[in-house]
């Protein structure tokens, strides 16, 4: 084992005036806690600055609050911000191994550090940190095997990414913008198009043990909006007390959500439960839940963010009931719905292949890196 400090150099990064923080792209931009992991900033800084806190492409960040992220910086000519470091590897160390080592170690660090409104790594607890580090051909092969999985679970998802394109691509061409409606269909309201209600739970789960447990599926907002176009899983259940306060939803039901994660839906792949924060729909002979689904995809970020914040965002049923959805031809929609069922055998496929891929990675950290 051997510390941190003895394989690279840490580098903090400087306390910026936030006087001078601008939206200006045309001053450098500013690195911070939030830009690690997806790789870019909308902050710059119009100030004076220190020259070695500048950043080139493919160097190795830390953020230190929040979610321990550890990243390579995209570009050439960002800041180092406070609260974000910088780690470059000393010789006889992989770069990449580091970053590999690290991923795992901070995610510990992250897992046992107290959680108060924002968790924190400190310097201390850094300067102090032990890593295995073996002889450098070892740490070559195994930064090599890991990052050639990396690369495949990064071609995997921008698969799924463009096969979801691709629906939203060919849903415009069929039925135009839905927000302007530029086709100028018609349009209706859900309760128009369908059964539309909330769920129930007259009591919170979390408050009453006894209401989990059973064989009865409840679905909350989180299994909507980590779902894909169907919801084939769930993580709870109720007991037959935990049915009696609820109410049993139908398979085929797509599920809307109206409270932290807003006006995200998934259709239901089996009769569930689901309490208030979520609204169900089951299309008429008017429309289809795949349609209506789709539908809500090209909203979904209006709604979230015309949302009202108080502990957490939400909508009430109110403004989902009066909202104009566009009613093209029943034919066209199920032509749309059938292009929609074999796209997703080809997603389904592609995400097979990228939870593979995931699982041999993850066992593959555990075994380099305990």
Known sequence: MKKLTDICDIQYGYAFDSKCFTEDSSYPPLVRIRDVKRGYSETYYSG?????YILSAGDLLVGMDGEFNIARWKCSGALLNQRVCKLAAKLGTNE?????????????IEQRTAFVTVKHLSAKELNKLELDVPELSKQDMIADILNRLEKVIEVRREELDKLDELIKARFVEMFGDP???SYDLPEATLPDLGKFGRGVSKHRPRNDIKLLGGKYPLIQTGDVANAGLYITSYSNTYSELGLKQSKMWDKG???ITIAANIAKTAILEFDACFPDSVVGFTANERTNNIFIHYWFSFFQAILE???PESAQKNINLKILSELKVIVPEKKKQDEFAF???ATDKSKFAVQKALDNAQLLFDSLMQKYFG
């Open 48 to 52: 004076d600055y220190p020259e070695e």
């Open 96 to 108: 990449e191994y580091l970053r590999f080592a690290m991923l795992k170690a901070l995610k510990e």
């Open 179 to 181: 927000v302007s409606n």
């Open 253 to 255: 039901t797509l599920c």
């Open 305 to 307: 963010s015309q949302a």
């Open 339 to 341: 292009f929609v069922e």
